[in-house]
C-alpha cells in the first residue's frame, strides 16, 4: 500500500549521498577542435621549444642594432641590403656591419643581426634601406624557447580548454589532448501516462517531457545522455531497462514514479533489485527523490514534474555530472539578485523556489518567484533558476540580496513584459531582435508585476482608477490600440468560455453578462477552441483569434489596451527598443490604432 | 614589391562590410536534445491541448470539494472509497456524493469530482478514508489547455532552446524542432613556416596555432569548422584550397599571410581571383585584416599573430557567425570591468587591447592589461578578453570602467598570483581545485602586479627594503619556503644561461658572478636546456629544474621565497583556499620550510 516519507533526509544528508554516488573520472585522447570545452587530465609538456629558433615579430628588415644608434625619420641610416629571409627557411644571409637583411614575420633571424626595424620605417631601392628609426638590440625578436621552454609544462591538469588553451596546446606541438571522458548518463522515462512527442496520445495520456528536458540538461553539464525507450510502469521491463542502462551507462536517471504510492515502480526496483540508499528529502519540491545503485551502476531518481526534475537536477546532479567530467562549478551558473517583492514560503523544510530574472533600470539584476505549484510546462520557460531557501526561512525581504542556482543558458531578458498578450503585441514583438519575456497574466496581475518592480511593461485593458486602486502610482501610460472583440459559436447560448478574472476580455464580458455561467480558460484560443469540441456554447475573444480559427465571429465592442511603462525601467535598452517596435508595428485585422494614440504609437 | 596601407578603413567602416559579408540563414529540422542551445527559425504551434484532459497535481483522493467543508485535523470527512485512477488510463469509475477515489499524480479526474485531497492529509482502512482537510473546486487539479491550448504558438521564432524550451516543445508534441543551421565555417591556413601538431619542425618552423584556436571559436560561436589542409605560400595551391573552401562553406577564414608583403598570398588570392572588399583597417593589432568574396562566398583573412587572430574574430567575425545561426549577441560575452592600474596606449587608431580579468575583496570585476605586442602563444592563456579602445583615446585612468568583449569561456580566476613560480607552489596548487592563473613574473614584477591591485597574491624573493622601494604597502607578507638553487653545467664556463631581471635567481646570480657573460632565458627550464645544446656553459637553477633534467648539479646556496598577499583580498575564497593548500603542501625535494616560517605554512 502507499508508503509515506516520515524520515525524511535533510538536503545535507542527500548532498553526502550525492556525493558517493558521483560516477568515477576516466580519461580520454581527443583532437584539439574536439577537446574545446573539456577539461585536461594530465599536464602537457612542451615537446618542442617554442619558437624553437630566433624569430621575427615583423615585417622588416634584420640589422645589427648598433648600425642604427642615431637613426631618426630626418637622419635615415643607410644600410646595404645583402639578401633577404623568409618566414618557414633557413636564412642563407648573414649580416655584417652596416648592412641588413628583408625579412618576413616569422622568419628566423640571420646570423649577426640581433634586431629587426618594421617595413614602415624604413625606404628601399632594392640595394640599400634607409632606416628612420633606431632600434636596440632584440627589438622585433622572439628568442628561442621564450614562448615555453622544451619540456615545460604548458597546460596544468584541470584546466578547462578554451580556444586559447587549445592554441598554446598546438604550438608546443600536443596533436591530441588527455581529456576526462564525459560521463555517459542513461535517461530513463517512466509512467504509463507518458508517450513520447510524435506517438498520439491515447485518454489520459500526455507527451514526455522529462527525457528531453532532462537529457539537454545532462549535456549542459558535460555528459553524454543516452536515451532508453519509454518503458511505462510494468516492473519486469523497469528492471530490464534500467539493468541495461546500469550496464551501458556511468549513472541512470528516471524521474516521475518515485512518490511512495503502490504504483511508483522505480523505488521498488531499486529497493528490491539494487541498493536503495535514500528516499525521501526534507525538500520542496523533491521530497520523493530516490538515491541508489543498479548492479554497482550509480542511480537517482528525479521527481516527474518538469520544474521540479530540473530543479532536483541542478542541485544534486549537476555537480555530480561536472565533477565526473573533470570539471569544477561553473560560475557562470550562479548569479547574485536582489528579490523584486517579498516572498513567502512555508517553512520546515529546503525550498526550491524557481524564479525568473530581470534587470531594473540600474542594471541590477532582480529574482521573481515564479510557478506556485501549478504544474505547468509553460512555468519551465519563465523560470531561469532556483533560490534554494532554507528551512528556518519563511519570508524574503524586498531588496534582499539571494543566490540563483541558473538553470544552463539562462540570463535576464532585455525586456519583461506582462498583461494581455494578443496579435498587436505579438507583431510589435516580433520585429524585436534582442531577447523578450512576457508573461501573459491579465491586466491586473501585470498591473500588479510592474508595480511589484517585476515587469519592465505591462499591456493593459484598466480605467485609471482601477489602476490607482492597484497603487500603480511609479508608471507611464501611453494610449495604446483598441482590439474587437465578440462571441465565437453561439452568442445566446447557456455556457460561455472566458478567461480568468482580471484579464481585460473578461472585465468586459462580466459587464456584458453578468448572469452567465461561464467555464475559465487560460487563453483565448483554449476558450474557442472549446466551442469547437462542444464543451462551452460560446466563447468570448478577440476578432483576430476567430479569423485565425476561421470561425464565425459575433463582434461585441472594442478592448482598449494601453501600454504601461515603469518609470526608472523607461531608459532601458529593451523598452527603448519595445517601443519603438510598437511603433513600427502594423495592426493585424481586429485591431485599431485610434488617433489619439500617444507617444510612440503616433510619434 | 612591398604594399602599404596608406589608406586604412575605419572599424566601422570594417564592421559595415562585416554586416555584408554575413552569410544567409537556413533552416534546418534537428531532434529535440540536438536543438539545445540552437535558435528557433518558425513558430511552434501546439498540436494538442497539454494536458488534454482534467489532470491531477498529486497522489491522493479525488472528492467533491463540497464533500470535504468543514473537514479538519480534529474532525475528519469520512467519505466512501469507490475505486481507484491510475495514470495513463481513462478512468472506470464516477464519485458521486460522500463518495471518493483513490488517484495518481498525472491520472485523469472522474466525472463528479472536482478536486483532490493530498494523500498526506488522509487515512484509509481501503473501504472509506478520512479526508482531514478542507479543499476548494479545482485545487489540486490542473484543467484540460490551461497550460497550452492546441493551436497555440508555444515557442516564438527566434528563441534560444535551453533544456525548458526542449521540455516545452515536448510538451506540445514537437518531435523535431525547425531550427538555423549552422553556418559552415573554412578554416584555411597558410604560411611555409607552419607545420601541423604532430608534424616534425624544419628549420625556422613552428607548429600552426590558429586553425586550432579559430576552429574552436567557430564552434563557440555557433558554427561547424571544418579544417582544409595546410597549403604553405604557394598561390596555385592556395588558390585550390580556397576555392574548394567556398564551394562546400557558407564562409571561409584564413589567418597570417595577409601582410602587404609580397609574399603573403591569401590577399593576392582574392585580389586576383575574387573580390576584395577591403584589405588595411585603422586597427592594432589586425591592420592587415582582408575581407572580400571568392566565388561568391564571404572570405575573411585573420591577422597571424595568435592572439591578434582571436581578437579580430572576437570583433568581426564572432557576430556574422552568431547572426547565421540565428542567434543575437550573448550577453554573456561582455562583462563590464573596472581599469586595475592605469593604461597608455599609443592613440590615432582603434586598439584592441588584451586584458585579464580578476575579482577585488569586494567581488569587482578588474580588468588588467596583457602581452604587450610580445607575440607570445602563452599570452593567449592569460587574455579573457579584449577592451576595444577609441583612437582618440591615449589613457584609461585607473577605476575607469570599460566593456571587455570575452573570449569564449573567460571567467575571473578564483585566484590570481604573479611572482615566482617553481615546485613548491606547484604542489601546493596542484592541491586547489579552484580556477587558478598565475604570472610567472619575477619577484619584482609580481611585487607590482599586487600593488597595482591585479595580484591577489604574489611570490616574492625580495628583501623588505626592495618591497618598500617597491611601494608595496599595503600588504602582509608570509615567510614562507626556501629552496636550493645552483649551476647546471659547468659553474666555470664564460657564459652563464639565467632569468631576466626582477626574478629571484637573477638577483642572487648577479650578486655571486658581477661580472659574467649572460644570455638571459624566460625559465629556468629554458636555461638549463640550452646547457645540454651547447649555447651556454652553465645555467643557474633550481635544484628541482636539475633533478626534473636529470642533469648535474652544483648547489651554490638557498633562494627564500616569501607570499604576499593583498590586504584586501585577505577574505577571498581563492585566497583562502590558497593559502590552505600551501599549508598542506609537501616540499619537494630542492626545498625546505624553515622553522621560523609564519602562518599559515606552520600554523
Redesign the interface.
Known amino acids: 500500500m ?1 508508503k ?1 516519507f516520515r524520515d525524511l533526509a535533510s538536503t545535507e544528508e542527500a548532498a553526502r549521498v550525492a556525493d558517493d554516488l558521483t560516477p568515477q573520472r576516466s580519461v580520454e585522447r581527443v583532437d ?2 574536439g577537446a ?2 573539456r577539461t585536461l587530465a594530465e599536464d602537457v609538456k612542451a615537446s ?6 630566433d ?1 621575427s ?1 615583423m ?1 622588416g628588415y634584420a640589422v645589427r642594432a648598433e648600425d642604427t644608434y642615431g637613426a631618426g625619420e630626418a637622419e635615415p641610416a643607410t644600410l646595404t641590403v645583402v639578401g633577404s629571409v ?6 642563407e644571409v648573414e649580416v655584417g656591419e652596416a648592412e641588413a637583411a628583408e625579412i ?5 633571424i640571420p646570423e649577426g643581426a640581433d634586431a629587426v626595424v618594421p ?2 620605417r624604413t625606404e628601399t631601392d632594392g640595394n640599400t634601406v634607409d632606416v628612420r628609426k633606431a632600434v636596440a638590440p632584440a627589438d622585433s625578436v ?2 628561442a ?14 584546466t ?1 580548454l ?14 591530441t589532448l588527455p581529456v576526462y571522458a564525459s560521463p555517459r548518463v542513461g535517461v530513463v522515462s517512466t ?4 508517450v ?3 506517438g498520439a ?17 545532462v ?2 553539464a558535460g555528459g553524454e ?1 543516452v ?1 532508453y525507450d519509454h518503458v ?2 510494468d516492473y519486469e521491463a523497469m528492471v530490464d531497462t534500467m539493468r541495461e542502462a546500469s550496464s551501458d551507462c556511468d549513472i541512470v536517471l528516471s524521474s ?1 514514479s518515485t ?1 511512495a ?1 503502490d ?1 511508483d515502480v522505480v523505488y521498488r526496483v531499486i529497493e528490491q533489485e539494487g541498493e536503495l540508499l535514500l528516499h525521501g528529502v526534507a525538500l520542496k519540491p523533491g521530497r520523493p527523490t530516490v538515491f541508489g545503485k543498479l548492479d554497482g551502476t550509480p542511480f537517482v531518481g528525479l521527481p ?1 514534474n ?1 520544474i521540479s526534475a ?1 530543479s532536483v537536477f541542478r542541485v544534486f546532479v549537476e555537480g555530480m555530472l561536472r565533477d565526473a567530467a573533470g570539471g ?1 562549478e561553473d ?2 551558473l550562479r548569479r547574485s539578485a536582489r528579490v523584486a517583492d517579498e516572498v513567502r514560503v512555508e517553512g520546515g523544510r529546503t525550498r526550491l523556489l524557481p524564479v525568473g530574472l530581470v534587470e531594473d533600470g540600474d542594471g541590477t539584476t532582480l529574482a521573481y518567484s515564479v510557478d506556485k ?6 512555468s ?2 519563465r ?1 531561469d533558476g532556483i533560490v534554494n531557501v532554507e528551512p528556518s526561512t519563511n519570508y524574503i525581504d524586498e531588496g534582499e540580496l539571494v543566490e540563483v542556482e541558473l ?5 535576464p531578458p532585455a525586456l519583461l513584459g506582462a498583461g494581455e498578450r494578443d496579435g498587436f503585441l ?1 507583431s510589435a ?2 520585429q524585436h ?3 523578450v519575456r512576457w508573461l501573459p497574466t491579465g491586466s491586473v496581475a501585470g498591473a500588479q508585476r510592474l508595480r511589484d518592480g517585476v515587469a519592465d511593461v505591462a499591456a493593459i485593458g484598466l480605467s485609471q482608477e482601477a489602476l490607482d486602486a492597484l497603487g500603480v502610482d511609479e508608471a507611464v501610460r501611453i494610449r495604446g490600440y483598441d482590439r474587437r472583440v465578440g462571441y465565437v459559436g453561439d452568442p445566446e447560448g447557456d455556457v460561455f468560455g472566458v478567461l480568468p478574472d482580471g484579464y481585460a476580455l473578461r472585465e468586459l464580458f462580466d459587464e456584458r453578462n453578468p448572469e452567465s455561467e461561464t467555464r ?4 483565448e ?2 476558450a474557442a ?2 466551442v469547437a469540441s462542444g464543451k462551452v456554447d460560446s466563447a468570448f475573444v478577440g476578432e483576430d483569434v476567430a479569423l ?2 476561421d470561425a464565425g465571429f459575433e463582434p461585441s465592442g472594442w478592448s482598449s489596451v494601453d501600454i504601461l511603462v515603469a518609470e526608472d525601467r523607461r531608459d532601458k535598452d529593451g523598452v527603448v527598443a519595445f517601443l519603438n517596435s510598437l511603433r513600427g508595428a502594423e495592426e493585424p485585422d481586429g485591431y485599431r490604432v485610434p488617433d489619439e494614440a500617444g507617444e510612440p504609437l503616433r510619434g
Open positions: 502507499r509515506e584539439l577542435v574545446r570545452g618542442v621549444d617554442v619558437p624553437g629558433f624569430r615579430l615585417d623568409s618566414a618557414g627557411e633557413p636564412p618576413a614575420t616569422g622568419a628566423p617595413v614602415e622572439m628568442f624557447g621564450s614562448d615555453v621552454a622544451s619540456g615545460e609544462v604548458a597546460l596544468r591538469a584541470g578547462t578554451s580556444q586559447r588553451e587549445i592554441g598554446l596546446a598546438a604550438a608546443v606541438g600536443s596533436e509512467g504509463d501516462e507518458l513520447r512527442p510524435g496520445l491515447g485518454e489520459g495520456q500526455i507527451h514526455d517531457v522529462n527525457t528531453f528536458s532532462v537529457a539537454a540538461s549535456e549542459d545522455a536515451v511505462g510502469d516521475g512518490s504510492s504504483e516527474g518538469p530540473l569544477g560560475e557562470r505549484g501549478s504544474g505547468a510546462t509553460t519551465l520557460t523560470a538553470f544552463g543558458g539562462a540570463t505579438d514583438l516580433k531582435k534582442d531577447d475559465v480558460f487560460r487563453s484560443r483554449g477552441n472549446a485565425d480559427l
